[in-house]
């Protein structure tokens, strides 16, 4: 049976470790495909635009919600943030589990367009430890990095929104951790509907004499 791709949110306070995560986990293992989102704030250091993001202009970025082209969009720290959505459309089919590296906004838009989608969250250890990594990140300016963590204390709200929170505590830990709440999501009744009725109907038949 062909297995559709499950779609997979993964939020997290800035500087929790969700872009390390990531990288981690696409490097163990090949069955994701990691969404490259559209932004409009300016590439860190090492950033490269088509890898970390795309980086566009307001205007491009505006043009793009025009066409339709997002599966959701944000506002964050005064920046747009969004999703392309051809990427993520023609990997769920070929099969992939995609995965958006996305905020608590779009979060709630994607569960909302996509009730079947996984929601995860990254959690740090600690507050101290989420400040420490931010700072030790050393990209952004201290009046960003207390936005983000102003910002931090409005998200936390919403947490409970999400199916599983992880603990981002030590890296390879929490790489098996996340690749095994996936792997245990496909199980899930819901998300085997058709295979489900298949073997209903299939009883049902052998049960008559029918085949
Ligand atoms: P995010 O993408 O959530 O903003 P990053 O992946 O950029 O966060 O991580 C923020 C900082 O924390 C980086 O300097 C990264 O090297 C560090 N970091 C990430 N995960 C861990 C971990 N498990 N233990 C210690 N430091 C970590
Ligand atoms: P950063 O500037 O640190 O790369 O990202 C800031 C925030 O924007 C992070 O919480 C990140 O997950 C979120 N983000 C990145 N891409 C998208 C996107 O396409 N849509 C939404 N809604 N949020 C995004």
């Not at 960003?144 to 599983?164: H, L």
Request: hydrophobic content about 35%.
């Amino acid at each position: 049976m062909k297995r559709r791709g499950i779609l997979i949110v993964v939020s997290g306070f800035s500087g929790a470790g969700k872009g390390t995560l990531m990288k981690a986990l696409m490097q163990k293992y090949d069955n994701y495909a990691l969404s490259i989102s559209m932004t409009t704030r300016a590439p860190r250091p090492g950033e490269t635009d088509g890898k970390e993001y795309f980086f566009v202009t307001r205007e491009a970025f505006e043009q793009k919600i025009a066409e339709d082209g997002l599966v959701e969009y944000a506002s964050y720290c005064d920046h747009y943030y969004g999703t392309p959505r051809a990427y993520v459309e023609s990997q769920l089919e070929a099969g992939k589990d995609v995965i958006l590296e996305i905020e608590i906004q779009g979060a709630l838009k994607i569960k909302e367009k996509f009730p079947d989608s996984l929601l995860l969250f990254v959690m740090p250890p600690s507050a101290e430890e989420l400040k420490d990594r931010l700072v030790g990140r050393g990209t952004e300016s201290m009046e960003v990095i207390e936005q983000r963590m102003n910002r931090a204390v409005e998200e936390v709200q919403g947490i409970e929104q999400y199916d599983y929170i992880v603990v981002n505590d030590v890296l390879s830990e929490c790489v098996e951790e996340l690749h095994g709440i996936i792997r245990a999501a496909h199980n899930t009744a819901d998300r085997n509907q058709l295979f489900i009725e298949e073997i209903r109907k299939e009883l049902e038949e052998l049960s008559k004499g029918e085949k």
